[in-house]
């Protein structure tokens, strides 16, 4: 079984930084993306950063300049380093893998983690 486990949420203010860490675990044979979502309260989830395996980064307009999303696949993590956070970026954000397992595709997702922006 695969886990994803994300971490590094908190409160910060305005203008502040944060990174957060998504760590991927189990019979993975490669991994084809690993992404970050968001989802704030009475919206829907939306993707904020994209890498995938041997491609570039893509982000939302939202996030761009500020937001980095990297990898360091000898840990099989993925980061999401937030830089000049706004209030409007509060959301609970969540690490989303596509991995190869036995050979087949599958898509797995973290728990979450909150993330909150005081201004």
């Known amino acids: 079984q695969v886990q994803l486990v994300e971490s590094g949420g908190g409160l910060v203010q305005a203008g502040g930084s944060l990174r957060l860490s998504c760590a991927a675990s189990?019979?993975?044979?490669?991994?084809?993306?690993m992404d970050w979502y968001r989802q704030a309260p009475g919206k829907q989830r939306e993707l904020v950063a994209r890498?995938?395996?041997?491609?570039?980064?893509t982000y939302s307009d939202s996030v761009k300049g500020r937001f980095t999303i990297s990898r360091d696949n000898a840990k099989n993590t993925a980061y999401l380093q937030m830089n000049s956070l706004k209030p409007e970026d509060t959301a609970v954000y969540y690490c989303?893998?596509?991995?190869?397992?036995?050979?087949?595709?599958?898509?797995?997702w973290g728990q979450g983690t909150q993330v909150t922006v005081s201004s």
């Open positions: 989303h893998a596509d991995v190869i397992v036995g050979g087949y595709q599958y898509s797995y």
């Open positions: 189990g019979s993975i044979s490669s991994t084809v993306t």
């Open positions: 890498l995938t395996t041997g491609g570039r980064p």
